[in-house]
Nanobody, 117 residues
Framework: QVQLVESGGGLVQAGGSLRLSCAAS?????????MGWYRQAPGKQRELVAD???????NYADSVKGRFTISRDNAKNTVYLQLDSLLPEDTGVYSC??????????WGQGTQVTVSS
């Protein structure tokens, strides 16, 4: 069964940190697969937060550069998102995505991150 399962969300005060994890199963995690984290705030469209290629190249939204760090462990089929210096505007549902062009575009169920001021 192909699936992505996120964990690590929660409620944190502004300035705090969280670490999100996304465990993938049923896919060859390391081959030509771009793993990404997206978020959707209430009343807003889903946006890319960060992604990482199988070679480790990363890309970040301007709003999170210097605060968030994406990483992946191919041996564990897991991608992580370290969220530091959190702001109230970081609140939203964070979803994991696995993209392999020409093959699949998979989504996890999402995990809620709430940052209080």
């Amino acid at each position: 069964q192909v699936q992505l399962v996120e964990s690590g969300g929660g409620l944190v005060q502004a300035g705090g940190s969280l670490r999100l994890s996304c465990a993938a199963s049923g896919i060859i995690f390391s081959r030509n697969v771009i793993m990404g984290w997206y978020r959707q705030a209430p009343g807003k469209q889903r946006e890319l937060v960060a992604d990482i290629t199988d070679g480790g190249n990363t890309n970040y939204a301007d709003s999170v550069k210097g605060r968030f760090t994406i990483s992946r462990d191919n041996a564990k089929n897991t991608v992580y998102l370290q969220l530091d210096s959190l702001l109230p505007e970081d609140t939203g549902v964070y979803s994991c995505n696995a993209l392999r062009y020409g093959s699949y575009n998979l989504w996890g169920q999402g995990t809620q991150v709430t940052v209080s001021s």
